[in-house]
C-alpha cells in the first residue's frame, strides 16, 4: 500500500558552490555558499528558514545545530544526515514530511565536504567501525577495492563488459561539457578509459568518481508561501529509503530500491517508462546498472543490453546524470547524494543552460554508508515540474 503523498510541498529553490579539487574554505563556508545561493533562488530571506537538514562528513565535532548557530537561525525541526550518499534524498524527503506535519514551514536542505583525494582516503580507512577494525589494517583500497569485486561479479554474472561501461562513463562526460561546474572539461573516448591507469581490477581510473569540494542545496517550502514563480515550482511526487538490505548477504549486487520502488511509483501515479530522465547515484558505474535494474527499468541483469540500445547523453532518448554525474562533475563527499537532487531541479525549473531537456519529470537516486561489502542507506524520489 502507498503512504500518503507530499501534497501541500514544493521545492522552491536550489543552490550549488563551485566544485573544486582544493580550497582553503571551511566545509561550513561551503554550506553557506550553498544555503545563501538557493534562497537567492527561492527569494527567501535567511530569517524564513525554520527547518535544517545538514549531511557532511568533516562536519565534526560540529553537527547540524552548530551550523545553525554559526548560520544565526532558530529552527524549530532539524535533522543530521547520517546515510552518505542517500542522505541528499533522504532529507529533502523527511523536511517534507515536516513541511506537511507543520513542524516547519521553510527547510534548508544542505550538503557539502571539503576533500581532496588523500583526505577522501583516509577518511575511508575509519568510515566505520566494520572498515576500521576488519577492511583498514589490510589495506583494502577502500570503495574502489570494494566496488572492484562488485563490478566483477556482475561482469561474470551478467557477461556485462568493460565496453559497456565505458559506454555509459564517456556519455555523462559528454554530459558535464555542458556543465561549467564540472570538474572535466575534455572528451573522453573508449580507448582512454579502456587504456587508463589501472586502479583496482578491472576499474580504472574514470571508473571512480574523483574527489573534490563543494556544496549543493535545495529549499523546500510550505505552498502558499511560494509565489508561482513563473511555473518553477517543482513537486515531489513519490520516494522512498531504505536501510541494511538485504539484511541476510553482506556482499549483494542488490541495492534496496526494489523493496519501495512500487510503492513510490503508485504514489506518483506514475511508472519507470514515465521518467524523462534519471540522476543516478553514480560513484561506480556498475552501480548505476544495478539501480537501473533495481529500480524497474530493466531486469535484473539486464542494464548493459538496455543501455546498449539508448543514447544516455542529454541529446538522446534516455538522458542519465545529466550534468556529469559524480564521476564527471566530481564527489563533493556527502554532496554526491545532493548533485543529482539539485541537477534535478534545474532540468524541471528550465535552468540547465547548455544541457536543458524538455522535461516535465524524473527521478534522482542515493546510495551510501559502504560497510564491509555493500553500502547500507539507498533512496529514490520522482519530482516534477507543476503543471
Not at 167 to 178: F, G, H, T
Not at 248 to 253: G, I
Amino acid at each position: 500500500m502507498a503512504t500518503g503523498g507530499y501534497e501541500g510541498v514544493v521545492i522552491a529553490g536550489v543552490g550549488q558552490t563551485r566544485y573544486e579539487k582544493r580550497t582553503e574554505k571551511t566545509v561550513q563556508h561551503l554550506l553557506w555558499e550553498a544555503l545563501d545561493a538557493a534562497l537567492g533562488s527561492a527569494g527567501f530571506p535567511m530569517r524564513r528558514v525554520d527547518g535544517l537538514a545538514v549531511t557532511a562528513f568533516v562536519l565534526p565535532p560540529d553537527n547540524v545545530t552548530v551550523v545553525a548557530e554559526h548560520f544565526g537561525l532558530e529552527p524549530r525541526w532539524l535533522s543530521q544526515g547520517a546515510y552518505g550518499g542517500a542522505s541528499g534524498v533522504i532529507g529533502m524527503l523527511h523536511g517534507a514530511r515536516a513541511i506537511q506535519a507543520g513542524d516547519a514551514d521553510v527547510v534548508a536542505c544542505l550538503t557539502a565536504d571539503v576533500f581532496d583525494v588523500a583526505s577522501h582516503m583516509d577518511l575511508m580507512d575509519r568510515f566505520n567501525s566494520s572498515v576500521r577494525d576488519y577492511l583498514g589494517p589490510y589495506g583494502f583500497g577502500g570503495p574502489n577495492g570494494i566496488y572492484a569485486l562488485h563490478t566483477r561479479l556482475y561482469m561474470d554474472r551478467y557477461g556485462a563488459t568493460r565496453e559497456d561501461f565505458g559506454k555509459q562513463a564517456i556519455s555523462q562526460r559528454q554530459n558535464a561539457l555542458l556543465n561549467p561546474n564540472a570538474l572535466f572539461k575534455t572528451p573522453l573516448t573508449m580507448e582512454e578509459y579502456l587504456n587508463a591507469r589501472p586502479i583496482a581490477d578491472p576499474l580504472r581510473l574514470y571508473d571512480c568518481v574523483l574527489p573534490c569540494s563543494g556544496g549543493d542545496c535545495v529549499i523546500l517550502a510550505r505552498e502558499d508561501l511560494v509565489a508561482s514563480q513563473g511555473g518553477r515550482r517543482v513537486r515531489i511526487l513519490g520516494g522512498g529509503e531504505i536501510h541494511n538490505f538485504p539484511v541476510e548477504d553482506v556482499f549483494s549486487l542488490r541495492g534496496g530500491w526494489e523493496r519501495f520502488r512500487d510503492r513510490m511509483y503508485e504514489q506518483a501515479g506514475l511508472g519507470p517508462s514515465d521518467m524523462e530522465f534519471v540522476q543516478l547515484y553514480d560513484d561506480y558505474p556498475v552501480m548505476e546498472f544495478v539501480q537501473l535494474e533495481s529500480l524497474g527499468f530493466c531486469p535484473p541483469g539486464g542494464a548493459a543490453e538496455f543501455l546498449r540500445k539508448r543514447d544516455t547523453t542529454v541529446g538522446g532518448d534516455f538522458p542519465i546524470n545529466t550534468g556529469g554525474g559524480q564521476l564527471s562533475a566530481g564527489q563533493a563527499g556527502a554532496s554526491g547524494g545532493m548533485i543529482g537532487v539539485v541537477e534535478a531541479v534545474l532540468q524541471l525549473r528550465g535552468e540547465a543552460g547548455a544541457r536543458q531537456l524538455r522535461a516535465r519529470r524524473g527521478m534522482v537516486s542515493g546510495y551510501g554508508m559502504v560497510a564491509y561489502g555493500r553500502g547500507l542507506s539507498c533512496s529514490a524520489a520522482i519530482l516534477a515540474r507543476e503543471a
